[in-house]
Nanobody
Framework: QLRLVESGGGLVQPGGSLRLSCAAS????????IGWFRQAPGKEREGVAC????????NYADSVKGRFTVSRDSVKNTVYLQMDSLKPEDTAVYYC????????????WGQGTQVTVSS
């Protein structure tokens, strides 16, 4: 079963940047569509970005469009989420998964990586 591991979170000031990584062992991530999700305290998990198998198609939630960029590195077998112009409302635990947008029906979430945007 595909298991993904997220990393790269941390504490950053408003307006700052972070790059999250999503890695897998034993599987080729290029074989999967990959979505980034986040869950803020007291809120439901939501999709924020999606990248196609080839990396030629990316889609974003309106709340992050123009600030977040999702990409693939096939050599490193890793998917990234570059987050710029971070806002306090971006504070959440971020997850990646081999699906986009739909949270229901997926039970293999990783531990996620905490992103905190605060001055």
């Amino acid at each position: 079963q595909l298991r993904l591991v997220e990393s790269g979170g941390g504490l950053v000031q408003p307006g700052g940047s972070l790059r999250l990584s999503c890695a897998a062992s034993g599987f080729t991530l290029a074989d999967f569509i990959i979505g980034w999700f986040r869950q803020a305290p007291g809120k439901e998990r939501e999709g924020v970005a999606c990248i196609s198998h080839s990396g030629g198609s990316m889609n974003y939630a309106d709340s992050v469009k123009g600030r977040f960029t999702v990409s693939r590195d096939s050599v490193k077998n890793t998917v990234y989420l570059q987050m710029d112009s971070l806002k306090p409302e971006d504070t959440a635990v971020y997850y990646c998964a081999p699906r986009c947008w739909r949270v229901e029906g997926y039970n293999s979430w990783g531990q996620g990586t905490q992103v905190t945007v605060s001055s």
